[in-house]
């Protein structure tokens, strides 16, 4: 079993930021890819960016240049550094991590860009 626990969201404007967090806990020694996904309303969850099981990233192209994911491995830490900020970003955003052929999802935190 993996607990993901998420902090991170909020408002903000267009053009600001925000960075999010992912704290895993539980069975982490196994974690196979973990990352990010959104879900807007009405709207399919989707990826946003993660790391494969490789360690590399993978960004969905309406982010790249924008946002950057980070990991502390001492802390099972997962970061998304959400820059330049556009209305079109706000979602729900989820951690989710793949372990032993399972889907781990966090609770989800809110992303709202508004002025």
């Known amino acids: 079993q993996v607990q993901l626990v998420e902090s991170g969201g909020g408002l903000v404007q267009p053009g600001g930021s925000l960075r999010l967090s992912c704290a895993a806990s539980?069975?982490?020694?196994?974690?196979?890819?973990m990352g990010w996904f959104s879900q807007a309303p009405g709207k399919q969850r989707e990826l946003v960016a993660t790391?494969?099981?490789?360690?590399?990233?993978v960004y969905v192209d309406s982010v790249k240049g924008r946002f950057t994911i980070s990991r502390d491995n001492a802390k099972n830490t997962v970061y998304l550094q959400m820059n330049n900020l556009k209305p079109e970003d706000t979602a729900v955003y989820y951690c989710?991590?793949?372990?032993?052929?399972?889907?781990?999802w966090g609770q989800g935190t809110q992303v709202t860009v508004s002025s």
């Open positions: 989710h991590a793949f372990v032993n052929l399972t889907h781990y």
């Open positions: 539980g069975t982490t020694s196994n974690i196979y890819a």
């Open positions: 790391f494969t099981s490789g360690g590399s990233t």
